[in-house]
């Protein structure tokens, strides 16, 4: 799971330590062409729902592209979901670090 700042995207030394640490973990698994690593980007409520939609879109899509170089012969599913799906239910426009994420999932079929 990577965690981010109130706002912005996914650059910046702390979000790239965690992708490097996560890269790393994926590999250990050994995965292969029949492997497919699902991005899911979410944020808290703070904005407007069709911002925080599109704020989630594009982490999941920097995420799933730095994963994509590490990985290229691995399908890698990017998806946002803005703050449908919030970790810690939280008062409108609350802030809450637990909701600005994104999960990755790798599923393997063998």
Known sequence: MVRFAA????TGPGVDRQLNDIVQAIAKQ???ADCVIDISGHTDTLGSDANNHILSKRRAKEVADKIKT???N???NPQGWGERRLETMTYDGEHNAANRRVQIKVTCRR
């Open 7 to 10: 706002v912005g995207s996914v």
């Open 74 to 76: 691995v399908i890698v």
């Open 30 to 32: 050994e995965i292969d």
């Open 70 to 72: 590490a990985f290229p």
